[in-house]
Nanobody
Framework: QVQLVESGGGLVQEGGSLQLSCEAS????????MGWFRQAPGKEREFVAG????????KYSDSVKGRFTISRDNAKNTAYLQMNSLKPEDTAVYFC???????????????WGQGTQVTVSS
């Protein structure tokens, strides 16, 4: 099973940008579709963005479409989430996840990272 570690979270002002990284080990990232999810306090984990194994198909939630970009570098075994025009409502713990197929359903993902906190101040 693949192990995932997120990094790049932090505190940023409204309108700012952050790039999250998700580094894989144990297996090649090219074997997996990747997803980014987030969970705010008191809320359920929600889909943010996903990318297929080859990087030529992506999905985004309506709330981040046009502001966030998911990408991957299979040679570096790393997936990314570029977040621009951040809003206070983007504040959450962000998780990356891996599965065989690109899906928006968190229950389908078998491998998860530990999460990284993103806080957007107004």
């Amino acid at each position: 099973q693949v192990q995932l570690v997120e990094s790049g979270g932090g505190l940023v002002q409204e309108g700012g940008s952050l790039q999250l990284s998700c580094e894989a080990s144990g297996r090649s990232l090219s074997d997996y579709a990747m997803g980014w999810f987030r969970q705010a306090p008191g809320k359920e984990r929600e889909f943010v963005a996903g990318i297929n194994r080859y990087g030529d198909s992506t999905k985004y939630s309506d709330s981040v479409k046009g502001r966030f970009t998911i990408s991957r570098d299979n040679a570096k075994n790393t997936a990314y989430l570029q977040m621009n025009s951040l809003k206070p409502e983007d504040t959450a713990v962000y998780f990356c996840a891996a599965d065989m197929l690109l899906t928006t359903n968190p229950k389908r993902f078998g491998s998860w990272g530990q999460g990284t906190q993103v806080t957007v101040s107004s």
